[in-house]
């Protein structure tokens, strides 16, 4: 009988270290609780002392899932992990996640501790993390530039101190697969009491070896894996955890552990982080991607259509392509409309906010013929935007382009209730309109991205316009949708320069320590 392998997702953690992929109380609600449906073992949901916004952030979780252990991350530091435990102490699973660096290159550059300080530090953060919860884990950050002793010795220590995870981070993304396997398996056999916890990897893609790497250490003992959905992550993101959940299940030839995860969610839960954090999912993304299960070489389409296995290692059902399709339009009713946001795990905080999405769902009913769950995905994210701080708001714009002219835009936005009228030029349309809701707003933001992703196939797809700008050191992300990319475009905008008046609720994870 195989082993289980722990599933630990730290999207809404280590993915959320993305810059422009901050997520919002109630993102990370919704992310949560798909990430519950697809039974993930362990959900890192923030790192609570980053700012009141995390920590609220974090409790949210922790109130609103029941079947998923909610974690908080903590450096070795009183405030931190104090502040993690009152953050998970809804949970009815918590876990409390502190770690420090023990490599030689973060200690003297960056602690300036001793090994002995920092081992230390390491027996302190466990054993007042214990004090609130029998759950905890311990990282070494930048595990894989460490000693091997050093590392040894700080292994032993935490686990007898009352460590019931410890996680091997690759925390930049250096080691190659054989030899971070080979070091799963030297730790494992060095450190005495290695029995007594559950050894996890946490691997960054920085030479795309995150997936690789992780499993070689699965091979080697690790029975807990730390991952993302989409491989989101700072940097070049982290190990994905379709890959990682899938790879294990197709090869249960190889792997003698296997996950609980219902893999159907997957596909379902990668789209809704892409539409939250504005990250579209490239077609050839493995699992995930549009082109995952696509064939159209000839030859290749004659062996599925004779039998399937001959160019598929697995089923496009098992991870949620081609399920949950029913399909709404204009004659839907409200009803209708309820169940199937029911189905997909949405759910609104009061009935002027379902009013309201529906009302908006009868209004794109009107401009395309059918809408699709990833419509109603991106649907239910425009009305979550509305419920923020809403300085500027479109109330209409006109845009003329044509061949041999300069394109030019009327805009009128509600500026805190009372209308403002702009027009500008622009070198296209989307420039155009940008500039004249620069001309009202006069926010001296950067532009940093301009993404465009039809959410559905057809010439009557909505558009997904994701905007990220920068302004004094802050980056925030903007989204907009709608069967016009020029409007869609137009509401992106906004909503980043929306956030960028508002006060900044919380400091980006990036202010903290990742690992």
């Not at 250096?174 to 005495?192: C, D, M, T, W």
């Not at 989101?232 to 996950?259: H, K, Q, W, Y």
């Amino acid at each position: 009988m195989n082993e289980p392998l722990i599933i630990f997702d730290t999207t809404l953690r280590d993915g959320e270290q993305s810059p422009g992929a901050s997520m919002t109380r109630d993102e990370k609600v919704r992310i949560a609780k798909i990430l519950e449906r697809m039974r993930v073992d362990v959900i890192e949901a923030g790192f609570p002392v980053a700012s009141p916004g995390d920590f609220e952030a974090v409790k949210a979780v922790a109130e609103a899932v029941t079947e998923s252990t909610v974690c908080g991350l903590a450096r070795a530091v009183e405030k931190d992990i104090d502040r993690a435990a009152e953050a998970i102490k809804p949970a009815k699973r918590g876990r409390i996640h502190t770690f420090i660096a023990t490599s030689p290159i973060h200690m003297q550059n960056k602690l300036r501790m001793t090994e002995e300080q920092v081992l230390e530090r390491a027996i302190w953060a466990v054993e007042r993390a214990r004090q609130y919860t029998d759950d905890v884990e311990f990282s070494p950050e930048d595990a894989g530039r460490s000693e091997i002793d050093f590392l040894c010795r700080v292994l032993e220590a935490v686990i007898k101190a009352g460590a019931g995870t410890v996680n091997i981070p690759d925390t930049v993304g250096y080691n190659l697969p054989h030899q971070f396997g080979a070091l799963i398996k030297s730790l494992r056999e060095r450190v005495p009491n290695s029995d007594k916890a559950v050894f996890s990897v946490h691997c960054h893609n920085d030479l795309g070896l995150a997936v690789a790497n992780s499993l070689s250490a699965v091979l080697n003992g690790a029975r807990q894996v730390e991952c993302t959905i989409n491989g989101l992550g700072e940097r070049a993101g982290n190990a994905s955890l379709e890959e990682i959940v899938m790879a294990v299940r197709t090869r249960r030839d190889i792997f003698p552990c296997d996950t609980r995860l219902d893999t159907t969610q997957i596909v379902p839960a990668s789209r809704l982080v892409s539409n939250i954090t504005g990250f579209p999912v490239q077609p050839n993304k493995a699992i995930v991607g549009a082109n995952a299960f696509a064939h159209e070489s000839g030859i290749h389409q004659d062996g599925v259509i004779k039998k399937r296995e001959t160019y598929e290692i697995m089923r496009a059902e098992d991870v949620g392509w081609l399920a949950n399709r029913m399909v709404l339009g204009k004659h839907s009713g409200r009803n209708a409309f309820k169940s199937r946001l029911k189905e997909l795990n949405i759910e609104f905080k009061s009935e002027q906010d379902l009013n309201s999405a529906f009302d908006r769902f009868k209004d794109l009913a009107d401009k395309k013929h059918e809408i699709f769950d990833e419509d109603l995905q991106a649907l239910v994210t425009e009305v979550d935007l509305e419920q923020g701080n809403e300085h500027f708001r479109l109330v209409s714009l006109k845009v003329c382009s044509q061949t041999g002219e300069t394109p030019y835009a009327n805009v009128t936005l509600a500026v805190n209730g009372s209308e403002e009228k702009a027009g500008a030029p622009g070198s296209g349309p989307v420039d155009a309109a940008f500039k004249a809701i620069d001309s009202v707003a006069g926010s001296q933001g950067q532009l940093l991205l301009y993404s465009v992703n039809n959410i559905t196939s057809g010439t009557d797809s909505q558009g997904e316009v994701t905007v990220r700008l920068e302004r004094g050191g802050r980056i925030v992300n903007g989204h907009g949708a709608d069967t016009d990319i020029v409007i869609a475009s137009a509401k992106a905008y906004l909503n980043a320069l929306n956030k960028l008046v508002a006060p900044a609720e919380r400091t980006h994870p990036q202010a903290g320590q990742p690992i």
